[in-house]
């Protein structure tokens, strides 16, 4: 695994973080990672994750069973259950988020281990885990829907049936967190599964 540190600041829309083409027989998609932090613009749109929490328990248990979920666990009353939720955010986010990744490209191509690779931009306070492999489009859909669900959504879920709203708000934090790949996905979603995609031209 290798571990690329970058003080990247050029000026690049978002659009181009998505690129496309075709080889002699194949089609091929490329994830521009330098610009990756580009989505840092529109994360915000992320703050929708911890309202679907809230509204989803309001329909579920109602108002009143929230405020005694809030109570009991001191939820934006004591500090450190705030932060309990943000450290539980980016433990679900990086480590948890990453070792799934990181074992679906293994399972995918056992020898991807040192393909894989750290970025981290210092002007922009990004980090990223990618693979340097190129892999089949829907390859690349089970790594990260396989990460996100065991990272975020099963977390929510959990928490949804045992009532713990600090676990379901965590996992709303790591889906902020990881919002770049949420949008990398949806992005690809008009590519056809047996695309290649890669994260760096030079790669292929």
């Known amino acids: 695994m290798k571990i690329q540190v970058t003080n990247d600041k050029q000026k690049v829309s978002i659009r181009n973080i998505i690129s496309y083409g075709r080889g002699f027989k194949e089609e091929l998609v490329f994830i521009e990672t330098a610009q990756l932090h580009r989505i ?5 749109i992320g703050i929708i994750f911890p309202v679907v929490v809230f509204m989803l328990f309001y329909v579920i248990y109602g108002m009143d069973d929230i405020i005694v979920m809030l109570k009991e666990r001191e939820c934006f ?3 450190y ?3 309990l939720i943000l450290i539980l955010g980016v433990v679900l986010a990086i480590p948890v988020n990453w070792l799934i990744q990181s074992l679906m490209f293994y399972l995918f191509n056992p020898h991807s281990f040192n393909a894989l690779c750290i970025r981290i931009n210092k002007a922009n306070m990004s980090i990223k ?3 340097s492999e190129p892999l ?3 390859k690349f859909r089970i790594v990260f829907h396989t990460a996100h669900i065991i990272s975020a ?3 929510l879920v959990i928490g949804l049936v045992t009532k713990d709203i600090v676990l379901s708000l965590a996992s709303s934090v790591a889906a902020i967190i990881f919002f770049d790949e949420i949008y990398i ?3 690809l979603r008009i590519f056809h599964k047996r695309t290649i995609c890669a994260y760096e031209l030079e790669e292929i």
Request: charged content about 20%; aromatic content about 14%.
């Open 153 to 155: 959504y099963l977390p």
């Open 40 to 44: 840092n613009k529109i994360r915000p």
């Open 77 to 79: 009353i004591n500090p």
């Open 185 to 187: 996905l949806w992005r």
């Open 136 to 138: 089949r489009l829907w």
């Open 81 to 83: 259950s705030i932060n």
């Open 129 to 131: 885990l990618d693979c």
